[in-house]
């Protein structure tokens, strides 16, 4: 089955620079690519999504890069917020009965 | 917009109960899923469905069933409850093929 790795686990930036989380995945035919962000207590809520056609998406301030030939995608947020602080989880999928495959998740503390 | 209800927020069972934790979503959604979510472990996929009645293993199945009777709803059963099941359940559903997963507000089960 798929693996996905997700670094780092935890990511402390000042307020306003900008953060990345990597994830690599293992199965050439995953072909969808959601990043989701759980805050404390809270389900884990869609933030931006890829598939595999497209090798770069943008929403705001939020973006997301795809390369397939290395399995590896990106998220980046620019100009953080405190409120961007929680949990974000990558995750590889799609194909088999939709079914996805985690990341183990980045904790980002935004400091103001 | 999609709803996925989970019927409880928290539980505290003990040691060798059947405990069942049940999940209805309201958009007629085929596939359904249940995960298990643990510090540093992300969430990890315990059974889904993609029918009624029908069911598949997840990665870490051992110690659970499910139940799908009805589309709308899909239980997860703890045969016999052990303290290492103590955990943050997570219930998703998808709207199709390559599309985000909708989860739940989770169920937070202490087994003593």
């Known amino acids: 089955g798929e693996n996905v790795e997700q670094h780092p686990s935890t990511l402390s930036v000042q307020e306003g620079d900008s953060a990345v989380i990597k994830c690599t995945y293992s199965d050439s035919a995953s072909n969808y690519f959601p990043w989701y962000k759980q805050e404390l207590g809270k389900r884990p809520q869609l933030i931006i999504d890829i598939r595999s056609n497209v090798g770069e998406k943008k929403d705001q301030r939020i973006a997301v890069t795809l390369n397939k030939t290395a399995k590896h995608f990106s998220l980046h947020i620019t100009e953080t917020q405190p409120e961007d602080s929680a949990v974000y989880f990558c995750a590889a999928g799609g194909y088999n009965f939709n079914k996805f495959y985690f990341g183990s998740g980045t904790k980002l503390n935004v400091k103001p | 917009d999609v709803k996925v209800t989970q019927s409880s927020r928290y539980l505290v069972k003990r040691t060798g109960e059947k405990v069942f934790l049940e999940c209805v979503q309201d958009m007629d959604h085929e596939n359904m899923f249940w995960y298990r979510q643990d510090p540093g472990l992300g969430l990890r996929l315990i059974y889904f469905?993609?029918?009624?009645?029908?069911?598949e293993k997840g990665d870490i199945p051992e110690g659970y069933s499910v139940s799908r009777e009805k589309k709308e709803r899909f239980s997860l059963i703890l045969e016999s409850a052990s303290t290492n099941q103590t955990s943050m359940y997570l219930c998703?559903?998808?709207?199709?093929?390559?599309?985000?997963?909708?989860f739940g507000d989770g169920t937070r089960l202490s087994i003593l």
């Open positions: 469905s993609y029918d009624v009645k029908m069911k």
């Open positions: 998703a559903s998808i709207t199709g093929v390559s599309q985000p997963q909708h």
